[in-house]
């Protein structure tokens, strides 16, 4: 189905803009660990003015032509400029009318697409995305005013894509007061696993500058992951990332490091209430470690295949003899060497959100 078939979505029936939303043609923010798809994608705006044909900037919009609804032709001539827009009008998007004073007035990024158009007194169409369409609407609600349209609740899902749509046009004080509404009626709750909804509570948390949720995602994330953070595709800021990986690499250093202590305590008779006692916990703690491929050789940084949360299971479930002698004399000293692994590690704290200067 061209663009042309499609049902126009009125957002304001009186409105001179004619929004072509480009469908997306992969999922949004996959679930892998590559994280090298981008969330966001240029605008391309399209108006008649030679003057900003080929104009670039930091909101990436590309080209613009007036459309003569008259004639429904793109520009003044039939030169090659139809035929730009033929081929525009053949992607596979969503129509959407709306009104250029809206978009203008809350988003600088659609402000400078439009601006060469005040006095042209024609339509215009603008190609975006590519975004899905039902938080591209919602978008586009806000930006008119229409909260008697707007949904009591939204995913988790929507509301991450409306995250990235309002860093992409500039808007997030426009949608502050509504996430914050939505946030608090989500249904359902803050994930207790590292999986994606994890990460885009990350990116929620950030974007929107909530302090208990961002901290509350990113200690998750960090306790859980068992490989590099990536950013799955979101305008999550390098420094965010790297933040979370360099924590969560610490935090596993921290308990194999508690180990290899253990260890030399008990090989220089520095803990045990006698020769016996620290032999047998050496031995069954080096046991243990091998187990779990921690000995003799260990994993450095990015520890694939490990997480902080794992080795604490197995910390827990690590075994030693009861006795200390030959003659089976049950051990009483007291000590429990293992759990203290893991006391001294310490826990994991997520991310201040205040460590970071936002505007």
Known sequence: MSAS??????????GEVIIYLRRPDRPF?????NGNRGAGSPTEVLTSSPAVENTESNNSVDEVYSIDSSRGQVGRDSGPQTVRAAKHVEKRCHRIQVSAKQLKLLSPV????????LASGVGVEITTGPFDLEPFLLLMKIFHCQPQNFPQRVSLEVL????????????????????????RDMDPGFPTAYCRDAMLWV????????????EKSTALVVDQSDRLVTRLGLPIPAVVIDLINRTRSLAIYRMIEQ???????????????????SSIMLGALTRNMHAID??????????????????????RSFTVSRYCSTSRVQHKCGMKPFPEIIKKAGAVKGIDLDMFKLG
């Open 5 to 14: 078939d499609e049902p126009i979505h009125v957002i304001d029936p009186e």
């Open 29 to 33: 923010a996959p679930w892998d660990y």
């Open 110 to 117: 659609f402000k400078e697409a439009l601006s060469c158009l």
């Open 160 to 183: 991450a894509q409306l995250a990235v749509m309002a860093d992409h046009y500039q808007c997030r004080a426009w949608i502050q007061f509504f996430a914050d509404r939505w946030i």
């Open 203 to 214: 990116w929620v948390s950030w974007f929107f500058k909530l302090p208990a949720e961002f």
């Open 259 to 277: 180990m290899n202590l253990r260890r030399d305590y008990f090989l220089t008779g520095a803990r045990g209430c006698s020769y016996e006692c």
């Open 294 to 315: 921690l000995y003799p050789e260990q994993p450095g940084d990015p520890y694939t295949g490990m997480s902080r949360n794992k080795l604490i299971e197995k910390v």
